[in-house]
């Protein structure tokens, strides 16, 4: 049972390049997350889903996009990356309600 | 304008003592609580959480305190282990609002050997 599954664990980016961060669970979870950490600032989220087909913004959205074709895979694409979104991201998901959240073990981000 | 403040970045303490981690909101509507641990380089792993019609849980050695009125809850951790140096996170959610958690900053917690 893999749980959360994000790949790449690090990459670099040069600024106005594109990626996709990769998102996996194989638990089932109808809740997917996707939050960065900036140093002594928590974790923010940047979008969620409810369910497949079902996607909404956070907190911080801005310059990233998601897409929720599956309950499994709920992928984040960067369009044109900025120095701005140098994070460390990490994926959750949840069975529903008052449950707490399972983790991905992050993806490093450095934009240059 | 953060929800969730962990106002102590940093905590060190002895082994076999007391850690008390504190976590304030000022949102009213929270009615779910979270503690997370996070060790370098790994996703934050759930540890305990408490409903907003308690005022305690406990789990073995971890132990959640929620104070309503004050809109403040603490984690105590007893006794400190070597293995419990980490970053904490407290989070907070509201029921029927896509289970989103709200995250504080997080606190270092340091166990001296």
């Known amino acids: 049972n893999a749980g959360v599954t994000q790949t790449p664990k690090f990459r670099i980016l040069k600024i106005g390049q594109s990626m996709t961060l990769q998102c996996a669970q194989d638990?089932?979870?109808?809740?997917m997350y996707w939050y960065r950490q900036d140093p002594g600032m928590g974790l923010k989220l940047i979008y969620y889903s409810v369910g497949a087909g079902i996607t909404d913004k956070g907190e911080v959205p801005n310059g990233y996009n998601v897409s929720r074709s599956t309950t499994e895979d709920f992928p984040l694409r960067l369009e044109l990356a900025a120095p701005s979104q140098t994070s460390v991201y990490f994926c959750?998901?949840?069975?529903?309600?008052?449950?707490?959240?399972?983790f991905g073990s992050g993806t490093r981000l450095t934009v240059v | 304008d953060q929800q969730v403040k962990q106002n102590s970045p940093s905590l060190s303490v002895q082994e076999g003592r007391i850690s008390i981690l504190n976590c304030d909101y000022t949102?009213?509507?929270?009615?779910?609580f979270l503690w997370y641990k996070k060790y370098p380089a790994e996703g934050p792993t759930f540890l305990i959480s408490i409903s907003s019609i308690k005022d305690k849980n406990e789990d073995g050695r971890f132990t959640v305190f929620l104070n309503k009125s004050a809109k403040h809850l603490s984690l105590h951790i007893v006794p400190s282990q070597p293995g419990d140096s980490a970053v904490y996170f407290c989070?907070?959610?509201?029921?029927?609002?896509?289970?989103?958690?709200?995250f504080g900053g997080g606190t270092r917690l340091m166990v001296k050997p």
């Open positions: 638990m089932n979870h109808n809740y």
């Open positions: 959750a998901s949840s069975a529903q309600q008052g449950y707490g959240y399972t």
């Open positions: 949102n009213s509507m929270f009615d779910y």
């Open positions: 989070a907070a959610s509201v029921d029927n609002a896509g289970n989103m958690l709200t």
